[in-house]
């Protein structure tokens, strides 16, 4: 059974970090590209960052680029979302995405072309 399942969400104060955890199970996570997006209610979807299972390229929204670090770990089957100098305007549910890929990536790769997804977990940035 595939399965995404994302952790390490929260609360935490401006200016704050946190690093959320994508386990994959279920598939060979070698051949996916994985994608972090995040959604608040009322707006789509939105892609923050993939990383490339081909040669670990990485890509970020220009709203997180510089904030925001994807790295993959394929022997544990996780991808990791450390983000940095948290805004009030991260606030969302963040959400992991498997994309079945064999070719390289050269963009923030769009959310109609993942292929399985995990169930979120809610970041939240106050004081």
């Known amino acids: 059974q595939v399965q995404l399942v994302e952790s390490g969400g929260g609360l935490v104060q401006p200016g704050g970090s946190l690093t959320l955890s994508c386990d994959a199970s279920?598939?060979?996570?070698?051949?996916?590209?994985i994608g972090w997006f995040r959604q608040v209610p009322g707006k789509e979807r939105e892609g923050v960052s993939c990383?490339?299972?081909?040669?670990?390229?990485?890509y970020y929204a220009d709203s997180v680029k510089g904030r925001f670090t994807i790295s993959r770990d394929n022997a544990k089957s996780t991808v990791y979302l450390q983000m940095n100098s948290l805004k009030p305007e991260d606030t969302a549910v963040y959400y992991c995405a498997a994309d079945f890929r064999l070719k390289p990536v050269t963009r923030l790769i769009p959310r109609v072309e993942y292929d399985y997804w995990g169930q979120g977990t809610q970041v939240t940035v106050s004081s």
């Open positions: 990383i490339s299972n081909t040669d670990s390229t990485t």
């Open positions: 279920g598939f060979a996570l070698d051949y996916y590209t």
